[in-house]
């Protein structure tokens, strides 16, 4: 059965970034989209970045020109790189990869 764990969370100040990453364990095939959630307290869980086979990598408003998804298909691992890191996007960060599931969640905190 193949897990996502994530790691890369912490808490940072604004204006720094962190590079979240999520391994898939075993063996994964076929993938058809993968990408990145985060849910603030309070608030609904919200798409990040999203990859569709076949296509381009969208990004919501919020974070376009600040975050950055990747993938290494050796390591089965996917990325996200965040920059510009500001207090409202304090939040924990998900990854999913469809048909496979969602990560455990990392916190980011971002605060002075």
């Known amino acids: 059965q193949v897990q996502l764990v994530q790691t890369g969370g912490g808490v940072v100040q604004p204006g720094g970034s962190l590079r979240l990453s999520c391994l898939a364990s075993?063996?994964?095939?076929?993938?058809?989209?993968m990408g990145w959630y985060r849910q603030a307290p309070g608030q609904q869980r919200e798409m990040v970045a999203w990859?569709?086979?076949?296509?381009?990598?969208t990004y919501a408003d919020f974070v376009k020109g600040r975050f950055t998804m990747s993938s290494d298909t050796a390591k089965n691992t996917i990325y996200l790189q965040t920059n510009s890191l500001e207090s409202e996007d304090t939040a924990i960060y998900y990854c999913n990869i469809a048909t496979y599931g969602w990560g455990q969640g990392t916190q980011v905190t971002v605060s002075s």
């Open positions: 075993g063996s994964i095939f076929n993938i058809y989209s």
């Open positions: 990859f569709t086979s076949g296509s381009t990598t």
